[in-house]
């Protein structure tokens, strides 16, 4: 297995705190991803990472941010999270695009917000 | 615009049944084409991919999955399904010139003894 982590593995948290979820990898991988998934919809993509400082949104970033200050870790901050953002929040890992972009998942995270 | 469906929610089927999942694509050009298996509480493992080349491609765990261009669809098949074959499968395209992958949203499968 690609050594990606997620911490937390769970969460419980209120309306409008807020909220960082890390994503850890050891796989040295350029690309790395945030998705949500939500019954009826698969995964979708929050934001992604192409490098270190380097992050573009994806289909659903309205309502939360990221940061790469190192290589291994992708953070996702939601500023005030929602109860809309009740979700299942897998980091993932790639290291190429295109062609050969595999994308190694990491276990998620379960968020509820109350 | 740029869309990924699986038709089927959810499937059933008995052990040792053959089993398709059904993948349909809706892109400007043919793209990379992925099959996800998610197990409960997991996250998700790649079963096959396809690129270009023999449109039937073998993958892990024996499941294969066939493109066709014509109809613009990548269905997973596996010839006898085994109990451990219980998941959810996604199907996943990525655009040869970008790097947003979509996801369909998801066919569970479940397996009668």
């Known amino acids: 297995d690609a050594g990606i982590t997620q911490s937390p593995r769970h969460k419980v948290t209120e309306t409008g705190t807020p909220v960082t979820l890390r994503c850890h990898q050891t796989e040295n991988h350029r690309y790395m991803y945030w998705y949500r998934q939500d019954p009826g919809h698969g995964l979708r993509l929050i934001h992604y990472s192409y490098g270190v400082k380097d992050t573009d949104k994806g289909e659903v970033s309205d309502g939360y941010s990221v940061s790469r200050s190192k290589t291994e870790d992708f953070l996702l901050t939601l500023e005030s999270a929602t109860s809309s953002q009740t979700s299942v929040y897998f980091c993932?890992?790639?290291?190429?695009?295109?062609?050969?972009?595999?994308?190694?998942f990491g276990p998620g995270t379960r968020l509820t917000v109350l | 615009a740029q869309s990924v469906t699986q038709p089927d929610i959810h499937i059933t089927v008995s052990e040792g049944a053959s089993l398709e999942l059904r993948c349909n694509y809706s892109?400007?050009?043919?793209?990379?084409l992925f099959w996800y298996v998610q197990s409960p509480g997991q996250g998700l493992q790649l079963l096959l991919k396809y690129f270009s080349g023999d449109t039937l491609v073998q993958g892990i765990k024996g499941f294969e999955a066939e493109f066709k261009r014509s109809q613009s669809s990548f269905n997973l098949r596996k010839p006898s399904v085994h109990w451990s074959d219980a998941a959810e499968y996604f199907c996943a395209v990525v655009s040869r010139n970008n790097n947003d992958m979509r996801f369909g949203a998801g066919t569970r499968l479940t397996v009668k003894p």
């Open positions: 993932a890992i790639s290291s190429w695009v295109g062609r050969d972009n595999e994308q190694f």
């Open positions: 892109y400007g050009a043919t793209p990379y």
